[in-house]
């Protein structure tokens, strides 16, 4: 229930964020209208550039914020966000185009007005930001590259907005508007400096050491991690954290990683990462003594926030690792509750954590059911890959009242969850976490 009324507070203030600025402009004495499409195209322009404004505040991981939702939701929301402000802003200038041309002056850069050539080129900012954001994969920008272009192109096109705003001057020019046109737009600028400064500062000054790096079966490998000098990260089993390495924490060279250890044991953080590109490759040269530093813990992909008298985890390759954090939390606390691990992998050489997982079955009520998708000869257990009649096997009778908690490979995360929906659990009761953000 708490976790609802925040998510409603949270929507609320997100409303308020959008529309307060709009309706600040519509209070107290308005400029003469110029007919309904002159209105419409002010009204949208300055909603688009609102929520432009407050789109650094869904990305800027405020824990609360970010707690009743999980952060995958919230940068889905961002996304559409987006391209919704997008649109907002561009018809805004489409409309002017189309129905007062005069107002807009000649497209040249060199002839227009200078706050009209700001105008232009901010939308053209947000819609390169919009397009390769969308289209990163197809167009084959690296995700580092990308990261930086979106934090320029975002920050440069709402300067440039805020710049356009200020010259046209139309709207905000009476003596109480423009002070809080000010406050609104020094907000967004605050937010940027709170995300890319103040919060790197403040990891900065909490650092973690790298104690153990150990390899697991494939590529991949566990890297521990020991707080220097403070009290660590309280984190739910299941929750991950954006883990550098080799990089200062100002230059956004940050991976999201589930926390694969016990969340009874804060002291000593390990990270399970496959080797999959760029950053993941070079995980196998990190030695113990290396500073690493840590933002979170994020995400809702919890058993501690899903109270049910039993759980069903389904887990694909190193999608293990949260579900291994829970099961190694569980173990911990002694609970005594059934649970069932459906663990698929390729072959019988690529299970992490096999003789982890065989140990934890000596503390906990847990059954492991490994489904292998090239099962070496002579295998008796589960094979192909996991379906609606493997699960109408093998869940308990009591399924309506479990948990589930998925994570893995895209393709097996959607095949699984048809499987559940077709055996008529409950879509709220499957919590999945994707390996994947944008
Ligand atoms: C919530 C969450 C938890 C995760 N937990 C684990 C885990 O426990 N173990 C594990 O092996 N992997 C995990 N991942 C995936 C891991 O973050 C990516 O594999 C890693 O960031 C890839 O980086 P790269 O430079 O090696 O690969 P690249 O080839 O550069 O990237 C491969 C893909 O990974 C994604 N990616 C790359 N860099 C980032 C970044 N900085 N932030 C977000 N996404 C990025 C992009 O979609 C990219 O296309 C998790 C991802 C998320 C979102």
Redesign the pocket.
């Known amino acids: 229930m708490t976790t609802v009324f925040s998510g409603i507070l949270w929507i609320g203030i997100y409303l308020a964020l959008v529309l307060a600025p709009l309706l600040v402009l519509l209070v107290g004495p308005v400029p003469p209208g110029s007919g309904f499409w002159w209105d419409l195209s002010m009204a949208i322009g300055f909603a688009g550039l609102a929520m432009l404004g407050v789109q650094f505040l869904l990305t800027a991981r405020f824990q609360r914020a970010s707690a009743p939702f999980g952060?995958?939701i919230l940068y889905y929301f961002h996304r559409y966000m987006a391209v919704f402000a997008l649109v907002l802003v561009f018809s805004h200038y489409l409309i002017l185009r189309v129905v007062h041309p005069a107002a807009l002056g000649v497209l040249s850069p060199f002839e227009a007005p200078w706050y009209m050539t700001l105008g232009r080129t901010a939308l053209l900012c947000f819609a390169v930001v919009v397009v390769t954001s969308i289209w990163?994969?197809p167009l084959r920008i690296?995700?580092?590259a990308w990261?930086i272009e979106h934090v320029l192109l975002t920050l440069g096109g709402l300067l440039l907005a805020i710049g356009h705003v200020k010259g046209v001057n139309y709207y905000i020019n009476t003596p109480w508007k423009r002070p809080i046109w000010i406050a609104f737009m020094l907000f967004w600028v605050l937010l940027v400096v709170y995300v890319r400064v103040i919060k790197p500062w403040r990891m900065q000054r909490k650092p973690y050491r790298v104690v153990d790096v150990i390899k697991e079966r494939h590529r991949?490998w566990t890297i521990a991690v020991q707080p220097v000098g403070h009290a660590g990260l309280r984190f739910l089993p299941g929750q991950?954290a954006?883990l550098t390495l080799r990089a200062s924490p100002y230059a956004?060279?940050?991976?999201?990683?589930?926390?694969?250890s016990s969340a009874e044991r804060p002291n000593r953080l390990e990270?399970?990462?496959?080797?999959?590109?760029?950053?993941?490759?070079?995980?196998h040269t990190i030695t113990p003594g290396e500073i690493a530093y840590l933002d979170g813990p994020?995400?809702a992909?919890s058993v501690d926030r899903a109270e049910a008298p039993g759980y069903v985890f389904l887990a694909g390759g190193?999608?293990i690792?949260?579900i291994m954090g829970t099961l190694r939390t569980l173990a911990d606390r002694h609970d005594s509750r059934p649970l069932l691990l459906v663990y698929a992998n390729n072959r019988w050489e690529d299970v992490i954590f096999r003789e982890a997982l065989e140990d934890l079955k000596s503390h906990l009520s847990l059954r492991i059911v490994h489904v292998l998708a090239e099962p070496p000869e002579g295998w008796v257990g589960e094979r192909g890959f996991v379906t609606a009649a493997m699960l109408e096997r093998l869940l308990p009778d009591n399924r309506q009242q479990l948990e589930y908690f998925l994570?893995g490979p895209k393709p097996m995360t959607q095949a699984v969850e048809h499987a559940l929906h077709a055996l008529g659990i409950r879509m709220g009761r499957v919590h999945t976490?994707?390996?994947?953000?944008?």
């Open positions: 952060l995958d990163r994969k690296p995700y580092e990261r991949s991950f954006w956004l060279k940050e991976h999201p990683f589930s926390i694969s990270f399970t990462i496959k080797d999959r590109g760029d950053f993941t490759r070079t995980v994020y995400g992909f190193v999608g690792a949260p994570c976490e994707l390996f994947d953000m944008v």
